[in-house]
C-alpha cells in the first residue's frame, strides 16, 4: 500500500513515519510511505496523510506554497477518493477558515471555523495540552478496538485552537475540556484527529492501524 | 478529562544524560536514547530533554541525538537548552521536538515568543524560567530570573516575566526553582503557586523533588498542570508508575493506561 505523507515544511515528519509503519506491521500490512510534496506522488498514492504543527495561517501559506500541492491533494481525494487523514493542524486546515493570528482560508473540505478554545471553566489553561479521553458522537471504523470514554484510553492533545463544525454530523468524537472539543472529524473519505495518533501510545497506534484497514 | 502529567528530565551533556545539584557537580545517568525509550515504555506522559551542552561545536550533535530520541518514544518531547533563534527552533522541531523550551534568548528579548509562536504556534513554545528566592525574611516573597545555570541574576521578577511572555504567546512555562534543583527536598511551593495563579497557561513544576509526595504538593498546593523529575527516576529510586499511582491516590487524575 502506498501511503503520501506530505511535508510542507510544517512539523514532525518523522513520528508520524515511524508511527504508520509501527500501526502496519502490527497487522501484517505492507506499506511504503513516501514523505513529500511532489503532486504526481500524492496522486498515484493509496492513502495520503497530512500532518501539522504550528499556527494556522503559517500552514496554510506553506500548503499553498507548493505549486499543484493542494490540486493534488483535491483530486486524489474528492475525485479518487482516496482515505485521507488530516492530523492536529492537518485536520484544521480543512476547515472552512482559521481564525488563528487573523482570518485566513482553509481548504473548506469541511464547513466550519477553527477558534481559539475558551473554556467556560477559567480554571482550565489554553492550550489544551496533555492527555484526555474520547467520548464517541457516533460509530466510526477509526474508532474501533478503541476503549472510549472516562475510563477508555488516551490521546495526546496539544492545541490551543479547535475546529467547530457547521455540521455535528461529521464529528466522530469529542474530548471534554471544559467544553466539547472535537477530537475527530470524518466525511465521507476523510478524516482528521485533533489529537496527536503519533503521540498516543496504545490509542495512537491502534487508531492508525484503523486508518490503514479503512475502506470508506 | 485532562490528565495531570508527569514528565521525566534527561539533562544531556555531550549526547549523555547528566544530573546534579543546583546546576553543579553533574553525575553521569546513561544514554538519553535508551532512557527515552524506558520511560516511554514506562507511561511517562511527556519527556523533557534539556541540552546543558555548553561548547558551540559539541552542539551540532543535538539535533541528531534529538532525533534519535524522538524516534524511540510515542510520547511528546519537549527540547530546550541553548535555543536563540527562529532558526534553532525550527531545526529541533523537525528533528522531531514537539515543544522547544526557550529560556536565555527569551530573557534577553521577550518578542522572540511571540514571532515563535506566530511561526510554529503557541503550542509549541515554551519558556524555561529558572528562578531564586531574592526576598529577606522579613519581605514579601519575590523571585528573581536567573541565566547560565544560576550564575547570572537578570534583576527581572520572575512572576512579571511569566505574565509577559504568556500575553506574547508562551504555551507553557517550565518553572525551575533554582534553590531546589537536585536537593531533593520538594518544589518551591510559593514560587509555584505565585506563577500558576498569575498566568492562564500551563506550568510545569520542576526542581527538587525526591519523594512522591513532592510531586503531589506540586499539583495541589502548586497549582502545576504538570511536575517533572529527574534524579528519582533515573537512578532507580521510583518507577513511573509508582508516582502516578501515587498521585492518583491522592485524587490527581492520572493517565494509567
Known amino acids: 500500500m502506498k501511503i503520501a505523507l506530505i511535508d510542507y515544511d510544517a512539523g ?12 502496519a506491521s502490527n497487522i501484517g500490512l505492507s506499506i511504503d510511505v513516501s514523505v513529500g510534496s511532489d503532486p504526481d506522488t500524492i496522486c498515484k498514492a493509496d ?20 505549486e499543484g500541492l493542494t490540486e493534488a491533494l483535491g483530486e486524489a481525494v474528492h475525485k479518487k477518493g482516496h482515505p485521507f487523514l488530516g492530523i492536529c493542524v492537518g485536520m484544521q486546515l480543512l476547515a472552512t477558515k482559521g481564525l488563528e493570528l487573523g482570518e485566513t482560508a482553509g481548504l473548506d473540505w469541511l464547513k466550519g471555523t477553527v477558534e481559539r478554545i475558551q473554556p467556560n471553566d477559567k480554571a482550565l489553561k ?5 492527555w484526555n479521553t474520547l467520548n464517541a458522537r457516533q460509530p466510526h471504523p477509526l474508532l474501533n478496538n478503541i476503549e472510549l470514554g472516562t475510563n477508555g484510553l488516551h490521546a495526546y492533545f496539544l492545541h490551543a485552537y479547535h475546529f467547530i463544525p457547521h455540521n455535528m454530523n461529521d464529528v466522530i468524537a469529542t474530548s471534554e475540556y471544559g467544553q466539547a472539543i472535537t477530537a475527530v472529524i470524518a466525511k465521507d473519505n ?10 498516543s501510545q496504545k490509542l495512537g497506534v491502534q487508531l492508525l492501524q484503523n486508518f490503514l484497514n479503512w475502506t470508506p | 478529562m485532562l490528565k495531570t502529567r508527569l514528565i521525566p528530565c534527561l539533562d544531556v551533556k555531550n549526547g549523555r544524560v547528566v544530573k546534579g545539584v543546583q546546576f553543579l557537580d553533574l553525575v553521569d545517568a546513561g544514554d538519553p536514547v535508551e532512557s527515552a525509550r524506558a520511560y516511554d515504555k514506562a507511561g511517562a506522559d511527556e519527556l523533557c530533554f534539556l541540552d546543558i551542552t555548553a561548547s558551540a561545536e559539541a552542539r551540532g550533535t543535538i539535533l541528531d541525538v534529538v532525533r534519535r530520541t524522538a524516534e524511540a518514544c510515542f510520547m511528546p518531547v519537549t527540547v530546550g537548552g541553548g535555543v536563540r533563534n527562529l532558526d534553532d527552533i ?12 526557550i529560556n536565555t534568548a527569551a530573557v534577553r528579548d ?7 509562536a506566530a511561526k510554529f504556534g503557541t503550542q509549541a513554545i515554551v519558556v524555561a524560567i529558572d528562578a531564586k528566592k531574592v ?12 541565566t547560565h545555570g544560576g ?44 506563577i500558576s495563579n498569575a498566568v492562564n497557561i500551563p506550568v510545569v513544576a520542576s526542581g527538587g523533588v525526591g519523594t512522591l509526595d513532592h510531586l503531589v504538593d506540586g499539583v495541589k498546593l502548586g497549582g502545576a498542570s504538570a511536575v517533572l523529575a529527574a534524579s528519582i527516576f533515573h537512578f532507580g529510586t521510583y518507577t513511573i508508575m509508582e508516582a502516578k499511582q501515587h498521585m492518583a491516590k491522592a485524587g490527581i487524575a492520572m493517565r494509567l493506561d
Open chain 1, 126 to 130: 489554553v492550550p489544551h495540552m496533555g
Open chain 2, 90 to 101: 525550527r531545526a529541533l522541531l523537525l528533528a522531531g521536538a514537539d515543544k522547544v523550551s
Open chain 1, 47 to 66: 492513502r495520503i496523510v497530512l500532518p501539522g504543527d504550528g499556527a494556522f495561517a503559517d500552514c496554510v501559506e506553506h500548503l499553498r506554497a507548493v
Open chain 2, 135 to 146: 526576598s529577606l525574611a522579613n519581605e514579601s516573597e519575590r523571585f528573581e530570573i536567573f
Open chain 1, 12 to 23: 514532525n515528519i518523522h513520528s508520524v513515519r515511524k508511527a504508520l509503519n509501527v500501526a
Open chain 2, 151 to 194: 550564575r547570572n541574576p537578570t534583576g527581572i521578577d520572575a512572576v512579571e516575566f511569566a505574565c509577559d511572555v504568556a500575553r506574547l504567546g508562551a504555551g507553557e512555562i517550565l518553572l525551575t526553582s533554582m534553590d531546589r534543583d537536585g536537593t531533593k527536598i520538594g518544589y518551591d511551593i510559593p514560587l509555584t503557586k505565585a
Open chain 2, 110 to 116: 521577550k518578542t522572540i515568543v511571540a514571532r515563535a
Open chain 1, 190 to 199: 476523510i478524516a482528521g484527529t485533533q489529537f496527536h495518533p503519533e503521540k
